[in-house]
């Protein structure tokens, strides 16, 4: 383990969103994939109305957020440890961040896209 203050909390931080993400996915899980009545012809419609709620949307805003960074964060960890030149680093973390930026933005696109086009409430008025 990289044992300088930005290893720290590059560790600790990883740590914390692997319990958030833990908890959001079995919250998402349990609301939206494992209901007593998901066979019903109805339940497709409740999930998409559940879902397009803005409270819903910012969970699972959040929920992209802990991914991408617990996702890129590990990456920039392997990274470290194969003591890259202070060059070779600095190109990857930009990468990195670059990579985390353009995957959050298509995503929140997606969740505000599917929300606005399936809701049933004018909930974005």
């Known amino acids: 383990m990289n044992t300088q ?3 720290f909390w590059s560790w600790f931080l990883q740590r914390i969103t692997a319990l958030l ?6 919250v998402h899980f349990f609301l ?17 109305n559940r879902f397009c709620t803005p409270g819903w949307i910012t969970f699972h805003i959040c929920l992209l957020s802990l991914v991408i960074f617990h ?10 440890d194969c003591n890259f030149s202070r060059k070779t680093q600095f190109f990857f973390k930009y990468i990195l961040w ?18 606005t086009q399936n809701s049933s409430t004018p909930a974005w008025n």
């Open 5 to 7: 203050n930005q290893g």
């Open 21 to 26: 993400l833990v908890i959001g996915m079995a």
């Open 32 to 48: 939206f994939h494992f209901s007593p009545d998901r066979y019903t012809s109805r339940y497709y419609d409740e999930i998409v």
């Open 71 to 80: 996702g890129l964060n590990g990456l920039w960890g392997i990274g470290i």
């Open 98 to 115: 670059f990579t985390g930026l353009v995957l959050f933005g298509i995503g929140v696109y997606i969740l505000i896209w599917f929300a």
